[in-house]
């Protein structure tokens, strides 16, 4: 949306604005499903909105009826004074969607947990890491709690590495025979 408006703006022709979206290369980082040995992690590591977050889980949880939605959030940058706020929300909305279990890495961890929490989230399927660079506990984690076929958002914003998380169990996979 933003390089149309751009192209926009430029009065770019609508075949080199064709050209120019078509030469954008897809990466790792955006919509890939990662199945793993009794889990499947849908990674939407990009970027992330309070909304963005939102709107996968009830994607997932339309998709996959059948099966328990979790989901691995880290950090929303940005947000200024609103972060506690818009974390809170969050964990509140994932309560409120009836997800599985919450994996929470980073600063607002906590935030997102305890509005979860209050919202009625069982709190032993809630795992915190604090530790934004820990990638490794956040994985432990999961590979020791996920639910059997659960299907499991990773999101944050792009600052936050969270990525590393796909990065991480996409090594694992190649590993096992």
Do not use: C, W
Not at 56 to 65: A, E, G, T, V
Request: charged content about 25%; hydrophobic content about 40%; proline content about 2%.
């Amino acid at each position: 949306s933003f390089a149309l408006a751009a192209s926009l703006l430029l009065r770019t022709s609508e075949e080199g604005l064709r050209k120019g979206l078509l030469a954008i290369s897809h990466n790792d980082l955006r919509q890939e499903f990662i199945t793993m040995n009794g889990y499947t992690v849908f990674n939407d590591s990009y970027n992330a909105s309070y909304e963005s977050v939102i709107a996968d889980l009830k994607h997932l949880k339309k998709s996959f009826p059948d099966k328990p939605i979790g989901a691995i959030l880290g950090d929303i940058a940005e947000l200024g004074e609103s972060s506690e706020e818009i974390h809170t929300k969050i964990g509140i909305a994932a309560a409120e969607l009836k997800i599985s279990s919450l994996y929470l890495i980073g600063r607002f961890s906590r935030k997102i947990a305890k509005g979860a929490i209050v919202t009625g989230f069982d709190e032993s399927r809630i795992f915190v890491n604090e530790d934004p660079s820990n990638f490794d506990l956040t994985v432990a984690q999961l590979t020791k709690n996920h639910l059997f076929e659960e299907v499991i958002l990773l999101k944050a914003s792009h600052a936050s590495r969270i990525y590393e998380i796909a990065d991480i169990l996409k090594k694992r996979k190649k590993m096992k025979p």
